[in-house]
């Protein structure tokens, strides 16, 4: 995939559909009730790149405070849901071990990888950070990880929802009806090719998982070196 042209179509698609008024609002972000867990791997951002992404949310927050922005803690890059956030999903309903040593198989012989966040997209519902990689190591971590899984037996739901391709974080959602699109936009413009950092990260992480990576409801359960 070509990911920047794939980030530049997700833009301009969605500036369209803001304009008009046609974005999408999450409406169980701060509902306690909600109950979608799942199993996710994951990348955690280096404190370097993170405190670059909060100086860019701070600016957004003064001109839209009420939308839901990602702390530092929850910042994340999605490598591969293994199991999508589904209601009421226990891990006791699975044999953690199991996943483990199809994970370990499978991020065997793995090079150094190389992430840089560099720019704004957006989707209908949030607004994100691009992220490139080097080499496409990421491509080749997930189409192991996809095919050991799909030749296992074990309880999976990869890609049943979309095939991830991309290295993008999300760093904030839609909560509510926009107040001032117009500066909005015009400040998204203005960092739509900023570079936040680059990073090499030494580990994957699986997590049990709620559909925002919330700290509170995020176990970890296996770090996995790289």
């Known amino acids: 995939m070509?990911?920047?042209?794939?980030?530049?179509?997700l833009y301009k698609n969605t500036l369209?559909?803001?304009?008009?008024?046609d974005y999408l609002l999450d409406?169980?972000?701060?509902?306690?009730?909600?109950?979608?867990?799942?199993?996710?791997?994951i990348i955690r951002p280096s404190q370097e790149v993170k405190e670059n992404i909060q100086?860019?949310?701070?600016?957004?927050?003064?001109?839209?405070?009420?939308?839901?922005y990602y702390p530092n803690s929850?910042?994340?890059?999605?490598?591969?849901?293994?199991?999508?956030?589904?209601?009421?999903?226990?891990l006791n309903s699975i044999h953690i071990p199991d996943y483990i040593k199809v994970i370990k198989e499978s991020l065997l012989k793995i090079e150094d990888l190389e992430?840089?966040?560099?720019?704004?997209?957006?989707?209908?519902?949030?607004?994100m950070?691009?992220?490139?990689?080097?080499?496409?190591i990421l491509d080749s971590i997930r189409t192991k990880l996809r095919s050991n899984f799909h030749n296992s037996r074990l309880q999976q739901s990869i890609d049943q929802r979309y095939s991830i391709a991309t290295a993008h974080t999300t760093v904030m959602r839609f909560q509510n009806k926009f107040k001032n699109k117009e500066l909005l936009l015009e400040k998204i413009e203005k960092y739509r090719n900023f570079n936040f950092g680059t990073f090499k990260p030494n580990s994957i992480e699986l997590v049990y998982n709620d559909w925002y990576q919330k700290v509170e409801n995020v176990k970890t359960i296996q770090l996995f070196k790289i």
Do not use: M, W
Not at 16 to 21: A, E, G, R, S, V
Not at 27 to 41: E, F, V, Y
Not at 55 to 67: C, D, G, H, S, V
């Open 55 to 68: 100086l860019f949310l701070n600016e957004i927050k003064t001109i839209e405070p009420n939308q839901y």
């Open 74 to 90: 929850d910042i994340h890059i999605t490598v591969l849901s293994i199991i999508s956030c589904e209601p009421d999903f226990n």
């Open 129 to 136: 950070i691009q992220g490139f990689t080097n080499l496409n």
């Open 115 to 127: 992430i840089n966040f560099q720019g704004i997209t957006a989707s209908p519902s949030a607004i």
């Open 27 to 41: 409406d169980q972000i701060l509902n306690p009730a909600d109950t979608r867990r799942g199993i996710t791997l």
């Open 2 to 9: 070509d990911l920047k042209k794939h980030y530049d179509n």
């Open 16 to 21: 369209q559909k803001i304009t008009k008024d």
